[in-house]
């Protein structure tokens, strides 16, 4: 049954593990879930956010081991998650389903999807403005 903790950036950690206790522990804690892993519908394991503190306090502790609970349908609820920034390719935490930059590409990107939609409504509605823009 496998725990284990790594540093995720500067003092947040996370904290994986296929323990039934250690979740508990981890809730308890104040950690944020992170990640849930199914396999065949089944939970198999967790991953936790939290400081570095919090989550070596839990690895050094002796839990019996039990597999985990799997949670009723409400009680799930993912905190954050990683996606890739389309832009640079960064791996960015976020709590957002659509979210798709990370924060320093997020002010460009914006800046270049609205130039584009305002240079193609001026093409639409007032191409002879264009050449002042
Ligand atoms: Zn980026």
């Not at 323990?19 to 936790?48: R, T």
Request: aromatic share 8%; hydrophobic share 35%.
């Amino acid at each position: 049954m496998i725990t284990e903790a790594w540093c995720l950036e500067n003092d947040v950690y996370c904290l994986f593990t296929q323990n039934e206790n250690v979740a508990i522990a981890a809730k308890e804690a104040g950690l944020k879930i992170m990640a849930d892993y199914y396999k065949n519908g089944k939970l198999y394991a967790l991953q936790f956010l939290g400081s570095e503190d919090k989550v070596k306090d839990i690895v050094n502790q002796q839990f019996p081991e039990i597999p985990l609970k799997n949670p009723k349908e409400a009680e799930r609820r993912i905190v954050a998650h990683k996606v890739k920034c389309v832009r640079c390719g960064r791996d960015v935490l976020t709590t957002a389903n659509r979210q798709k930059y990370c924060p320093n590409c997020r002010t460009k990107a914006y800046a270049e999807a609205h130039r584009k939609a305002v240079r193609n409504h001026y093409l639409k509605h007032k191409p002879d403005k264009l050449e002042t823009l």
